[in-house]
């Protein structure tokens, strides 16, 4: 589905954007964070440097004139969304338990022995919002992929507990704790196949609640249609299912947005009473 390209600013509108690259003799500075296109994320680098509003302004302005995006997809951009740059890497300690493939506190249930499993410190997870974050785990013997499916409490911001058997991999046993680094990676199922959702015990008509599954990139929010045309936000639970008494009976028009502000509608979305049930949707992240 082709959607219409958008931004949302911090002074309430919305604006154009696109991811522009540019040349090394060029003379516009608004590459802030150097890394050779002016983007959302540039935006987030300005405010979070405090760049002047009349810079703001102007590179507000500048996103506005770009037009289309060189790679010639329609995406919708919420810039409030953004967690960070994608590729950002992360630090922190390493260390191994053994549980993760059942019971997690991301409710990801049942977990395919085919990934590796991670649990992630609390900050990090920041009310679920990295449940089923896909990570690239490097340590000094190497590097692994994980699927972030529990909680690691008592760690440190960039902490993680690998899964027992995994921890190995990336460094001496023996070694109980040492230092890792990080990042997000896309989940390698959602390359040929759409989000999909999972109802929680419980559910009906009356009471909802709803977890998505298969998104190439960590979700940070999810809204649905109401009856009145606009879009309602949906509160999440530490435990990764976002939940609602006013949903109604279905079917459902969601809106999923991403760490990186990227938004998908996926429509005609049926409610389901059975809590076994994997119901796949029709749109994927793009990458």
Not at 5 to 20: D, P, Q
Not at 209 to 221: A, D, F, M
Request: with cysteine.
């Amino acid at each position: 589905m082709m959607l219409k390209r958008f931004f949302a600013a911090a002074f309430s509108v919305n604006l154009c954007l696109c991811a522009m690259s540019v040349s090394a003799d060029e003379k516009i500075p608004l590459d802030v964070n150097g890394d050779g296109t002016i983007d959302a994320f540039d935006m987030v680098s300005a405010r979070q440097n405090g760049m002047d509003s009349r810079e703001l302004s102007e590179l507000c302005s500048y996103l506005l004139g770009n037009g289309a995006g060189s790679s010639g997809e329609d995406v919708l951009i919420d810039e409030s969304c953004i967690l960070e740059p994608k590729g950002t890497v992360h630090t922190g300690d390493g260390t191994y338990y053994g549980g993760g493939y059942v019971g997690g506190c991301a409710m990801l249930d049942p977990v395919s022995a085919d990934y590796w499993i991670v649990a992630m410190n609390l900050a990090d997870y920041n009310n679920a919002q990295l449940a089923g974050a896909y990570l690239e785990v490097t340590g000094e013997l190497g590097t692994i992929n994980m699927l972030v499916t529990d909680l690691l409490p008592e760690g440190k911001k960039g902490d993680l507990d690998l899964y027992v058997d995994a921890f190995p991999l990336i460094a001496p046993k023996e070694k109980g704790r040492v230092p890792v680094s990080w990042k997000i990676i896309p989940l390698d199922t959602a390359e040929d196949a759409p989000v999909c959702y999972k109802y929680k015990e419980g559910t009906s008509e009356f009471w909802c609640g709803v977890q998505v599954r298969n998104h190439r990139y960590p979700i940070s929010r999810l809204e649905y249609l109401g009856e009145n045309g606009e879009f309602v936000e949906l509160p999440r639970r530490q435990y990764n299912y976002f939940e609602s008494m006013d949903m109604g009976k279905g079917p459902f028009t969601f809106r999923i947005t991403d760490i990186y502000g990227q938004m998908i509608i996926d429509e005609n979305i049926p409610l389901s009473c059975d809590d076994s049930e994997i119901i796949e949707g029709h749109v994927q992240f793009p990458e």
